[in-house]
């Protein structure tokens, strides 16, 4: 037999909620409502790059700041094309003075052994070789100059290759050869 509950028209039967579904709306939209976030943040990061470009392009296509730029770029080429001379400067005179080693002092003391009577007419330096060429009215003041010659400390060797007679005079020339400075001198 079948019961009959004469009350269960009036009992309420509990609705369904769909909360579940409520649920996976909102977070879908919170999750599309992030990506569309996210995107905007990146366009408006974008279009701040884009503006940022745009300031800089228009600030090196001016023509002011060209000019200024080429006027550095000359001088910065005229700076370093200045410092390689200088530089090339400083190295050739260390050269010089490694190879000037015909001073006046030495100059000096080859003129203050030159004996009277005996006069020089050209003076060549090769290296260290120095070569006197000179003439004098008496033999043996040729022999006196080559001899004060040794006696000069620069002048480590003196060699007199030929003395000529002439009508009036006798020409010659001495072959000595010089000491470095620094150098273990006679």
């Known amino acids: 037999m079948k019961d009959f509950n004469f009350f269960g028209p009036y009992i309420s039967t509990p609705k369904r909620t769909r909360s579940k579904g409520i649920f996976v709306v909102v977070l879908?939209?919170?999750?599309?409502?992030?990506?569309?976030?996210?995107?905007?943040?990146?366009?408006?990061?974008?279009?701040?790059?884009?503006?940022?470009i745009d300031e800089i392009q228009s600030y090196i296509d001016d023509p002011k700041v060209?000019?200024?730029l080429n006027r550095v770029q000359e001088k910065q080429m005229k700076g370093?094309?200045?410092?390689?001379?200088?530089t090339q400067l400083e190295t050739l005179e260390l050269q010089l003075l490694q190879?000037?080693?015909?001073?006046?002092e030495i100059m000096?003391?080859?003129?203050?052994?030159?004996?009277?009577?005996?006069?020089?007419s050209s003076i060549n330096l090769n290296g260290t070789n120095l070569s006197l060429v000179g003439f004098s009215e008496d033999y043996d003041d040729i022999a006196q100059f080559a001899h004060n010659l040794r006696a000069v400390q620069s002048v480590q060797t003196v060699f007199v290759?030929?003395?000529q007679k002439n009508e009036t005079y006798y020409g010659f020339s001495i072959l000595s050869t010089l000491a470095k400075e620094g150098q273990n001198e006679n």
Do not use: C, H, M, R
């Open 66 to 68: 060209n000019e200024d």
């Open 80 to 86: 370093d094309s200045l410092q390689e001379a200088f």
């Open 108 to 120: 000096a003391d080859i003129d203050s052994q030159l004996p009277q009577g005996v006069f020089l």
């Open 161 to 163: 290759p030929q003395i």
């Open 28 to 52: 879908l939209a919170l999750v599309f409502a992030a990506i569309i976030f996210y995107q905007y943040s990146l366009y408006q990061e974008a279009k701040g790059l884009e503006k940022d």
């Open 99 to 104: 190879t000037d080693i015909l001073s006046d």
